[in-house]
Protein backbone atom coordinates (compact mmCIF):
# COMPACT_ATOMS: atom_id res chain seq x y z
CA UNK A 1 0.00 0.00 0.00
CA UNK A 2 2.82 2.55 0.63
CA UNK A 3 4.07 2.06 -2.64
CA UNK A 4 1.01 3.64 -4.19
CA UNK A 5 1.65 6.99 -2.15
CA UNK A 6 5.14 7.43 -4.17
CA UNK A 7 3.39 6.75 -7.39
CA UNK A 8 3.08 10.86 -8.03
CA UNK A 9 6.49 11.36 -6.99
CA UNK A 10 7.59 8.39 -9.85
CA UNK A 11 5.39 10.14 -12.49
CA UNK A 12 6.63 13.37 -12.04
CA UNK A 13 10.61 11.88 -11.99
CA UNK A 14 9.77 9.68 -14.94
CA UNK A 15 8.08 13.01 -16.85
CA UNK A 16 10.41 15.76 -15.56
CA UNK A 17 14.10 14.15 -15.11
CA UNK A 18 13.90 10.53 -17.76
CA UNK A 19 11.73 11.48 -20.36
CA UNK A 20 13.42 14.51 -20.86
CA UNK A 21 17.09 13.15 -21.13
CA UNK A 22 15.77 10.25 -23.81
CA UNK A 23 13.75 13.37 -25.93
CA UNK A 24 17.33 15.19 -25.90
CA UNK A 25 19.27 12.18 -26.53
CA UNK A 26 16.74 11.29 -29.13
CA UNK A 27 17.11 15.04 -30.86
CA UNK A 28 20.95 14.91 -30.10
CA UNK A 29 21.10 11.61 -32.53
CA UNK A 30 18.70 13.06 -35.17
CA UNK A 31 20.91 16.14 -34.90
CA UNK A 32 23.80 14.01 -35.78
CA UNK A 33 21.99 12.28 -38.84
CA UNK A 34 21.30 15.60 -40.04
CA UNK A 35 25.06 16.24 -39.88
CA UNK A 36 26.23 13.23 -41.53
CA UNK A 37 23.27 13.58 -44.08
CA UNK A 38 23.88 17.28 -44.88
CA UNK A 39 27.77 17.35 -44.29
CA UNK A 40 26.86 20.59 -42.75
CA UNK A 41 30.22 20.44 -40.42
CA UNK A 42 32.36 19.37 -43.46
CA UNK A 43 31.65 22.29 -45.53
CA UNK A 44 32.66 24.62 -43.01
CA UNK A 45 35.91 22.42 -42.37
CA UNK A 46 36.78 22.73 -45.93
CA UNK A 47 35.19 26.00 -47.14
CA UNK A 48 38.79 27.42 -48.05
CA UNK A 49 39.69 24.79 -50.00
CA UNK A 50 39.67 24.51 -53.95
CA UNK A 51 36.93 22.27 -55.11
CA UNK A 52 38.21 18.43 -56.12
CA UNK A 53 41.48 18.91 -54.69
CA UNK A 54 42.37 20.68 -57.96
CA UNK A 55 46.19 22.37 -57.69
CA UNK A 56 47.51 22.39 -60.96
CA UNK A 57 48.82 25.78 -61.64
CA UNK A 58 46.49 28.66 -62.49
CA UNK A 59 43.53 26.95 -61.91
CA UNK A 60 43.87 27.06 -57.90
CA UNK A 61 42.39 30.21 -57.53
CA UNK A 62 39.69 29.24 -59.48
CA UNK A 63 38.71 26.53 -57.73
CA UNK A 64 39.46 27.94 -54.68
CA UNK A 65 36.99 30.63 -55.50
CA UNK A 66 34.43 28.73 -57.09
CA UNK A 67 34.34 25.80 -54.20
CA UNK A 68 33.76 28.99 -51.82
CA UNK A 69 31.08 30.05 -54.07
CA UNK A 70 29.16 26.56 -54.20
CA UNK A 71 30.00 25.68 -50.30
CA UNK A 72 28.06 28.99 -49.60
CA UNK A 73 25.29 27.47 -51.48
CA UNK A 74 24.94 24.52 -49.59
CA UNK A 75 25.98 26.00 -46.45
CA UNK A 76 22.95 28.58 -46.96
CA UNK A 77 20.70 25.49 -47.57
CA UNK A 78 21.32 23.57 -44.55
CA UNK A 79 21.11 26.26 -42.22
CA UNK A 80 18.35 26.95 -43.64
CA UNK A 81 16.60 22.96 -43.43
CA UNK A 82 18.68 23.36 -39.80
CA UNK A 83 17.03 25.73 -38.12
CA UNK A 84 13.39 24.69 -38.43
CA UNK A 85 14.56 21.77 -37.11
CA UNK A 86 15.75 23.08 -33.72
CA UNK A 87 12.96 25.07 -33.43
CA UNK A 88 10.65 21.97 -34.19
CA UNK A 89 12.94 20.19 -31.37
CA UNK A 90 12.62 22.86 -29.11
CA UNK A 91 8.39 23.04 -29.19
CA UNK A 92 8.41 19.35 -28.70
CA UNK A 93 10.46 19.12 -25.27
CA UNK A 94 8.48 22.65 -24.34
CA UNK A 95 5.09 21.03 -25.40
CA UNK A 96 5.89 17.99 -23.02
CA UNK A 97 7.06 19.37 -20.26
CA UNK A 98 3.84 21.71 -20.28
CA UNK A 99 1.25 18.90 -21.22
CA UNK A 100 0.91 17.86 -17.28
CA UNK A 101 0.41 21.38 -16.44
CA UNK A 102 -1.81 22.33 -18.83
CA UNK A 103 -4.17 19.09 -18.75
CA UNK A 104 -4.55 19.76 -14.67
CA UNK A 105 -5.09 23.60 -15.72
CA UNK A 106 -8.08 22.53 -17.72
CA UNK A 107 -9.30 20.71 -15.13
CA UNK A 108 -9.57 23.16 -12.25
CA UNK A 109 -9.94 26.28 -14.68
Do not use: C, H
Not at 67 to 76: C, W
Not at 98 to 106: D, G, N, R
Amino acid sequence: MSNYLFLPFDFLKFWYFDSPREIIGFFDSLNNSFFQLFSLPLFLRTFFKPLKNEYRQGLVAFSRGMGMVIKTFFIIADVIILIPLLAIEALVLILFLAFPIMTLSLLFY
